[in-house]
């Protein structure tokens, strides 16, 4: 019997799925190192009808890679989570631009969350979502998504919660299709994301999650200057700026 969980997209899994394989074959060098990987997968979708889209800060740098390796355009799609006030590390949804918004009624209620609390946390989030929406467009249009195929990217997945809001968000501005391409997602999120995208494309799906930072030798945070430097070189066959490279190649969290 078919699994329903996969019925309503292709997904591309190339992970072993178990953890007890060769720990070095789960890591990327870096962003950088993940975007080239992905790029070699993703080479179908060369041509003008695809544009490459990047979820800020950290999927940026994946989706610069991809870009310049298959010639296509370079663009943004802006998601913020919604964190639970006392337990920012628990996020209960996500906004997006064009008023995307998912949210997770079950963290909500097991949080114990009041209107007022859900409300000023969105309306903070949607501020800072503008703000950085606002930044990029400083780099010029973005490009248009309308009858196109759109490669969602982002350095990973944890909850999916982004994930989705940043689909969700590329239908919404008129794509035809999207293609989630992350390097590394839990196998059990990646096959309720089916639902969300056309096709996901995930390099490693380990059975049991870990810290996206540990899918990486080098996992150094992007600030916004770094997304201005990408954004601002997106021609095609350009390399990546020199001192962004420098940063990934120095010592980091992971």
């Given amino acids: 019997m078919d699994d329903p969980a996969l019925s309503g997209a292709h997904t591309d899994l190339s992970s072993d799925r178990t953890d007890h394989r060769t720990h070095l074959r789960s890591l990327?060098?870096?962003?950088?190192?993940?975007?080239r990987r992905l790029a070699h997968r993703l080479q179908a979708f060369r041509g003008p009808e695809v544009v490459v889209m990047g979820v800020p800060r950290g999927g940026i740098t994946v989706a610069y890679e991809i870009a310049v390796r298959l010639r296509l355009p370079l663009g943004a799609i802006v998601v913020n989570k919604l964190r639970v006030?006392?337990?920012?590390?628990l996020a209960f949804g996500a906004i997006g631009e064009d008023d995307t918004r998912i949210i997770d009624e079950?963290?909500?209620?097991?949080?114990?969350?009041?209107?007022?609390e859900l409300a000023d946390t969105?309306?903070?989030?949607?501020?800072?979502?503008?703000?950085?929406?606002?930044?990029?467009?400083?780099h010029g249009p973005q490009p248009k998504l309308g009858g196109r195929t759109a490669l969602v990217v982002d350095d990973g997945v944890s909850t999916g919660m982004t994930a989705r809001t940043a689909c969700r968000a590329a239908y919404r501005r008129g794509a035809v299709r999207v293609v989630l391409a992350v390097p590394v997602a839990p196998h059990r999120i990646v096959r309720t994301l089916a639902y969300h995208a056309d096709k996901i494309v995930c390099l490693e799906t380990?059975?049991?999650?870990?810290?996206?930072?540990?899918?990486?030798?080098?996992?150094?945070?992007?600030?916004?200057?770094?997304?201005?430097?990408?954004?601002?070189?997106r021609r095609?066959?350009?390399?990546?700026p020199a001192r962004i490279r420098l940063a990934e190649s120095g010592n980091g969290s992971g």
């Fill in 28 to 35: 990327f060098l870096d962003r950088y190192d993940a975007g």
């Fill in 206 to 233: 380990p059975a049991n999650p870990r810290p996206l930072d540990e899918s990486y030798l080098r996992f150094d945070p992007v600030t916004d200057t770094d997304v201005d430097h990408l954004l601002g070189t």
């Fill in 85 to 89: 006030p006392y337990r920012p590390d």
């Fill in 106 to 116: 079950v963290v909500v209620r097991s949080a114990l969350l009041t209107p007022e």
């Fill in 122 to 138: 969105e309306s903070h989030e949607r501020a800072s979502l503008h703000r950085r929406a606002e930044r990029i467009r400083r």
């Fill in 236 to 240: 095609p066959g350009s390399a990546a």
